[in-house]
C-alpha cells in the first residue's frame, strides 16, 4: 500500500483555505517545492529532513519559490549535521534555477547544501520508475509531468502546469489515478491550464482512471472568486489540503 497526500490544492493566486498545490509520496517524495511548501510539510507533521527526493515539474514561482526555505530547515533545525540525502530530479535548467534562488534567498548559508544535492533527469527509488514528459504550459518555465509506475504494476501520473495535450492525455489513459491541475475556471482564454470542461471530457473519455483536480481556482473557505466547485463525473474528487489517499497493491485507490 502507497500512502499519497495532497498537502496542498490551490492554484498560483491561493484560494481561500488553500495552501499552493503540494503533492507528497510515500512521505518522502514531493512534487514541487511551491512557497507553501514549508507550511504544508509542518501541517501534515513531516520533517523536511524525511524529503529525500523532490520532482520538479517546471519552474514557475508558485512551483518552486519554496525550496530555499526547505533548505533552510534542514541546514539549521532537522538536519544540522548534513547527513540526509537529497535528490532533486528535473529537467536540464531546473539547477541553476534553483540555486539562483537559493543565492538571492540566502546568500552563502545554503552553499554546503546545495554542493550536496543529487541533481538528476529522473530519480532511483526503490519499486517505482520514473518518467517525465513534456507538456502544454509556457514553453520558458520548461514544463513537464511526471508518470510513475510502481513495481506492483499499477502507474500514477501528476500532469504539473497543462492544459490539454496529446502526450500528456494518452499517458492519463494508461494510468490508474492522475493528480490533474485545473488551474483556470471556464471564461478564462488560456491554452495552458486544464478548465472546468476539459476534465469532464477526459474523465468521460477514461472512466477506469481515478482523478484528483488541484491547483485549482475554486475557493474552499470564504469566497474570493468563486466557492462554486464545478459538476464532474463520479471518477473525478476534486482536491481538498489535507486530503490522503491509499493506493492498494492492485492500484485501486481510497479516500482516507
Ligand atoms: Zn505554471
Known sequence: MVRVELLGSGNAFLPSGRHHSF????????????????????RAGISPSDIDTILITHVHGDHVFGFPFLLLERRYISDREMERPLTVAGSSGVKSRLIELCNLAYPGSLDQML???????????????????????????????WMMTHDDGWKMLHSGDSGPC???WNR?????FVILE??????????????????RKIANMYPETTF?????????????????????????IHGNDEMVFIVDNDGSIMLQ
Not at 172 to 176: A, D, E, K, V, Y
Request: hydrophobic residues 35%; contains cysteine.
Open 212 to 236: 484528483i483536480v488541484t491547483h485549482t481556482y475554486v475557493d474552499s473557505d470564504y469566497e474570493i472568486l468563486t466557492n462554486e466547485i464545478p459538476v464532474f463525473p463520479a471518477n473525478v
Open 166 to 168: 496529446d502526450e500528456l
Open 182 to 199: 485545473m488551474g483556470v475556471p471556464e471564461w478564462v482564454d488560456t491554452q495552458h491550464h486544464h478548465k472546468p470542461s476539459d476534465i
Open 172 to 176: 492519463i489513459g494508461q494510468c490508474n
Open 23 to 42: 503533492l507528497c509520496i510515500e512521505r518522502h517524495i514531493i512534487v514541487d517545492a511551491p512557497p507553501t511548501a514549508l507550511a504544508s510539510l509542518r
Open 115 to 145: 554542493k550536496l544535492i543529487n541533481w538528476v533527469d529522473l530519480p532511483e527509488i526503490n519499486r517505482w520508475t520514473f518518467e517525465r514528459f513534456e507538456v502544454n504550459h509556457d514553453p520558458e518555465v520548461d514544463p513537464h509531468g
